[in-house]
């Protein structure tokens, strides 16, 4: 492996394990542009925790736009990393990415959703309702998703149907993993209008206050992932078999959800930040060609 996919490999590996284990899968003229791209996101996704101020995050989101400009402009590609005091050096991810964009003609659309869906991180708003949460969850995760197909050659109806379903309900779970971390950093993700339903304010969360007010909303959340777990999986019999490595995120959110309604949807229970990727099964439905 050449040392820049090698590095890109390993930003997926630390930062988005969970995405990593999936993208092994996908075949190896297309694994570096799926690796890239799932770096890309990681580096994206943690614009807003790596700084301290809200100007600078969206300096440092404006920073990946212009990236994204220049690649599809067809120049050069600014050098360097985000603006964070970082002394100017190749940027492999870019590097990836750009390959990825032009070697298999990705849709800028789905950058720019992307984007768009990252900037509202750094207004630290909770969604109001359980739509914009999935809006977001859309704009996040299943823009992704849709690229990882385009890199994986895959162009139909059906299989794009499953890719945003897939998104969404990977989003949505890994946002209900995220909940107490995410609070502990001032951001509250569980939508206000069901928050307001129970009697329950956002300050609930950090302070572990009505913990079985939280499941219930919790257990809305997660049962809305499962619904579209089960309408990406009405298109099994239907898509385009090499879309597997991009809808395999279905098995693992599936383990986790299982997971938290094991725990009664607790995501105060200690064993809810503990639990690991069910790497077996993800083999063992990568191999039945399942998600």
């Known amino acids: 492996m050449p040392a820049t996919a090698h590095y890109v490999s390993e930003i997926v590996k630390r930062d988005d394990r969970d995405r990593f284990l999936t993208a092994v899968f996908a075949p190896l003229p297309a694994r570096g542009g799926v690796m890239a791209l799932y770096a890309f996101n990681a580096e994206v996704a943690r614009v807003r925790e790596s700084v301290s101020e809200n100007l600078i995050g969206q300096i440092k989101l404006q920073w990946w736009r212009d990236v994204v400009a220049a690649i599809y402009a067809g120049g050069d590609v600014p050098a360097g990393n985000p603006p964070a005091g970082n002394p100017p050096t190749g940027n492999p991810v870019v590097e990836g990415l750009a390959s990825a964009i032009r070697g298999h003609s990705l849709s800028r659309i789905h950058f720019d959703a992307l984007l768009d869906a990252r900037a509202q991180d750094l207004t630290d708003e909770s969604p109001p309702d359980v739509a914009a949460l999935e809006n977001y969850a859309e704009g996040t995760s299943a823009s992704l998703t849709a690229l990882v197909l385009e890199v994986l050659g895959v162009g139909d109806a059906d299989s794009k149907l499953a890719g945003r379903h897939v998104g969404i309900a990977w989003a949505l779970t890994g946002l209900l993993r ?21 009697n329950l304010t956002p300050h609930d969360l950090p302070e572990k206050r009505n913990a079985a007010k939280i499941a219930a909303v919790v257990e809305q959340i997660a049962r809305r992932a499962r619904a579209h777990l089960e309408t990406a999986r009405d298109f099994r019999r239907l898509i385009d078999r ?8 279905a098995t693992l959110a599936d ?32 191999w039945r060609g399942v998600y």
């Open 242 to 249: 090499r879309a597997l490595p991009a809808l395999l995120p």
């Open 178 to 198: 995220a909940v107490l971390y995410h609070a502990r950093a001032n951001r509250f993700m569980l939508p206000h209008d069901l928050l307001a339903a129970e």
């Open 255 to 286: 383990h986790y959800l299982k997971g938290l309604a094991r725990r009664s949807f607790d995501i105060f229970d200690p064993r809810h930040a503990l639990q690991r990727p069910a790497v077996v099964r993800l083999a063992w439905n990568a």
